[in-house]
T-cell receptor, first 117, second 112 residues
Framework: DAGITQSPRHKVTETGTPVTLRCHQT?????MYWYRQDPGHGLRLIHY???????DKGEVSDGYSVSRSKTEDFLLTLESATSSQTSVYFC????????????????FGPGTRLTVL | KQEVTQIPAALSVPEGENLVLNCSFT??????LQWFRQDPGKGLTSLLL?????REQTSGRLNASLDKSSGRSTLYIAASQPGDSATYLC????????????FGAGTRLTVK
């Protein structure tokens, strides 16, 4: 299994509170991603990072911010959580580049289940 | 915008049957396509990745094919087992290496 951990694994919070989810990898992969998974929508990309301090928006980035100060850590922050952000959040990593499948495969963490009341 | 569709949404088969899962995508200018397995309450496990220049990939009882021109991929599972029961997702990365992946909603497979 790829060395990806997410913390916390479960969190219940109230509307309007800030929440930070952490993704940690031990693979030294360049690319890191945050997705959310919701019934009826599948997985959707929130933000991704292509290097330390290099990030970009995904399909559903509104209400979320990210930071990557070290290769191994990628943080997802909900500045003021809303009930619509109740979801399962997955972190993923990949090397990317070149024609090698080894480099382009995306690996996922175990997920964080977030409930916003 | 790339749209990825997986049909059927659910499939039930008897043990030992060979089966095919389908994935279709609207934009043929893809970088690669990846098949995943997801067990209930768990993360995604990568099964196979096909680069845009490849036609198929095989791993054990699994074989994935890619036909970019028709916007289709199939995942073939031979001699299905109860342990194969899970949701299978396909995901397509767009035309450049930095493009994000678009996921299908998945096919929930039950092997009885």
């Amino acid at each position: 299994d790829a060395g990806i951990t997410q913390s916390p694994r479960h969190k219940v919070t109230e509307t309007g509170t800030p929440v930070t989810l952490r993704c940690h990898q031990t693979e030294n992969h360049r690319y890191m991603y945050w997705y959310r998974q919701d019934p009826g929508h599948g997985l959707r990309l929130i933000h991704y990072s292509y290097g330390v301090k290099d990030t970009d928006k995904g399909e559903v980035s509104d209400g979320y911010s990210v930071s990557r100060s070290k290769t191994e850590d990628f943080l997802l922050t909900l500045e003021s959580a809303t009930s619509s952000q109740t979801s399962v959040y997955f972190c993923a990593i990949s090397l990317l580049g070149g024609e090698s499948s080894v480099h382009n495969e995306q690996f996922f963490g175990p997920g964080t289940r977030l409930t916003v009341l | 915008k790339q749209e990825v569709t997986q049909i059927p949404a659910a499939l039930s088969v008897p043990e030992g049957e060979n089966l095919v899962l389908n994935c279709s995508f609207t934009d043929s200018a893809i970088y690669n396509l990846q098949w995943f397995r997801q067990d209930p309450g768990k993360g995604l496990t990568s099964l196979l990745l096909i680069q845009s220049s490849q036609r198929e990939q095989t791993s054990g009882r699994l074989n994935a094919s890619l036909d970019k021109s028709s916007g289709r991929s199939t995942l073939y599972i031979a001699a299905s087992q109860p342990g194969d029961s899970a949701t299978y997702l396909c995901a397509v990365r767009g035309g450049t290496v930095d493009n994000d992946m678009r996921f299908g909603a998945g096919t929930r497979l039950t092997v009885k």
